[in-house]
Nanobody
């Protein structure tokens, strides 16, 4: 298991941008597929974005495609989520996660999770 810690959340206005960061500790970070999930109050945890170990392939939920960008820096054991054009529906706790499997969006297949960082979009 990797140890993951998210940062970068906060309170922003609609249309604003945030960049979330996820710092990983442990060995062989580059061998893990990384993902971002979010969970709003009263809702199920949902997939937001994923990135393969090389960073060459990414996948996004339809709700964020074109607005969010996931990236990783394996040399620094970091993964990022650039969030642009935020709206109130993006309000949620955001979680960084890791899996040994590729192409998965089900949170039950991710075995490593950070504690989350809160993103609140409000006018």
């Amino acid at each position: 298991q990797l140890q993951l810690v998210e940062s970068g959340g906060g309170l922003v206005y609609p249309g604003d941008s945030l960049r979330l960061s996820c710092a990983a500790s442990g060995r062989a970070f580059s061998s893990w597929v990384m993902g971002w999930f979010r969970q709003a109050p009263g809702k199920e945890r949902e997939f937001v974005a994923g990135i393969t170990w090389s960073g060459r392939s990414t996948h996004y939920a339809d709700s964020v495609k074109g607005r969010f960008t996931i990236s990783r820096d394996n040399a620094k054991n970091m993964v990022y989520l650039q969030m642009n054009s935020l709206n109130v529906e993006d309000t949620a706790a955001y979680y960084c996660a890791a899996t040994k499997n590729s192409g998965l969006t089900d949170p039950t297949h991710f075995g490593s999770w950070g504690p989350g960082t809160q993103v609140t979009v409000s006018s």
